[in-house]
């Protein structure tokens, strides 16, 4: 099947997404069909813009039997202005490559942005081809349930449209159960819904020693070590973090180390320079090739989330954590998905989201039981590699594709 795949978001960029998708497309080219995948300017938790593509509207690329076409998009987006800019420009760009791609078996279409739905039901219509939205977040349920958004016009308006993108697409895969049962309460045909989970390349990260040349770098070998890693955006209330650093100061050899950037990433240092704390330590998103000793540079892994974002976002930069054989501390609501998994996988401790007592003691019960955080890092690699493989989940997705092209 010729398969056309709208993701704003795709190698060499280094975020879930990106890597997510690169890996499913690259799959499902293994197993036969013509892949083409529509991708924005790489920049997102890149150090720089990789030359060559910023002054070009367009390229085609060929990555691992994958035609790609970049799609010019404004090279910026930690911000609410530069992320819109950003969105539009692709949406735009892509939207005129699609044009000229040929007439597709199906389109899968990723968000964010969620609008671009609408590119693949315009394509619907002019090429007469099923089109497939794989909701990676729900919106607007995520910005309202973090807080940084009212409800509203806008917010209406936009659930409207998310509304009317999911019906008339032909079927909408969901990567948790709390996703298809918010997809389904407004009033979308259960039948149309299936849940894929993102799968997990289990021997991209390998557990690795404690001590390796990336804790030699940063001072990390002699301190226990409280990584968070990713995106510091509006919805995932870290501000927590520097709450637990201060109230964990007593500690000397603990540290916090925050890996990545993101919209909040400026307040987040601003607070830790005003309360002059020593025991928080900044990096940027690290090249990809760093990823396994950065991991493993940790002792624990921490995710945060404002209250009620727990049912509209699944941050799967878990799966990395899981796969280093390193204890999670996730600040979640109990009834998430988040929640749910590291249950499941015995592979974690959950704190309320924004309980700065709850999550200090979860964090001091990890500092001081060596053997609990080896028996919840074992269980949560043993976890994935039992549940997440990739094979499962490019079975199911091919699947789906051949149905389609059956009905």
Not at 29 to 44: C, D, F, I, N, S
Not at 227 to 236: E, F, K, R, S
Not at 307 to 320: A, D, E, H, M, N
Not at 361 to 378: F, G, I, M, N
């Amino acid at each position: 099947m010729r398969l056309l795949i709208l993701s704003i978001q795709f190698a060499p960029e280094i975020t879930s997404n990106a890597a997510v998708i690169t890996g499913l497309a690259q799959a499902l080219a293994v197993r036969g069909h013509q892949v083409t995948v529509l991708a924005g300017t790489p920049h997102y938790r890149l150090l720089h813009v990789p030359a060559g593509y910023l002054f070009r509207p367009f390229r085609r690329e060929f990555r691992g039997g994958v035609k790609i076409v970049r799609c010019w998009a404004f090279p910026k987006s930690d911000g609410k202005v530069s992320k819109l800019l950003n969105y539009v420009s692709f949406t735009l760009t892509s939207f005129l490559a699609s044009l000229f791609t040929g007439r597709p078996g199906a389109v899968l279409v990723v968000s964010p942005p969620f609008w671009l739905g609408f590119n693949a039901l315009l394509l619907k219509a002019l090429r007469r081809c099923p089109v497939i939205y794989s909701a990676q977040d729900l919106f607007p349920e995520a910005y309202l349930a973090s807080g940084e958004v009212r409800a509203g016009r806008l917010t209406h308006a936009m659930s409207c449209l998310m509304t009317r993108i999911f019906r008339r697409c032909d079927r909408i895969t969901v990567i948790t159960g709390s996703f298809a049962e918010a997809i389904a309460a407004k009033g979308i045909d259960p039948r149309k819904i299936v849940s894929i989970p993102n799968f997990v390349d289990t021997s991209a990260i390998a557990p690795l020693p404690r001590s390796n040349s990336f804790s030699h770098r940063w001072g990390l070998d002699d301190k226990f070590v409280v990584m968070y890693a990713g995106n510091i955006g509006y919805t995932h209330g870290t501000e927590l973090l520097v709450k637990a650093a201060e109230k964990l100061g007593p500690i000397a050899d603990l540290r916090f180390l925050v890996v990545g950037g993101g919209s909040k990433q400026a307040d987040l240092e601003r607070l830790t320079r005003e309360r002059r704390l020593a025991n928080m330590q900044f990096l940027p998103t690290q090249p990809s090739e760093l990823l396994p000793e950065m991991l493993a540079s940790a002792d624990v892994f921490v995710l945060t989330t404002r209250p009620g974002v727990g049912k509209t976002s699944f941050p799967s930069r878990i799966y990395s954590f899981l796969l280093a054989a390193r204890p999670v501390i996730a600040s979640v609501d109990r009834d998430s998905d988040m929640a749910r998994l590291l249950d499941e996988a015995d592979a974690g401790i959950i704190t309320e989201p924004g309980n700065v007592k709850a999550f200090c003691r979860a964090l001091e019960t990890l500092y001081h039981d060596r053997s609990t955080r080896e028996r919840l890092a074992r269980k949560g690699r043993e976890f994935l590699e039992h549940h997440y493989s990739p094979n499962a989940v490019v079975e199911q997705y091919d699947e789906l594709l051949k149905r389609l092209v059956a009905c």
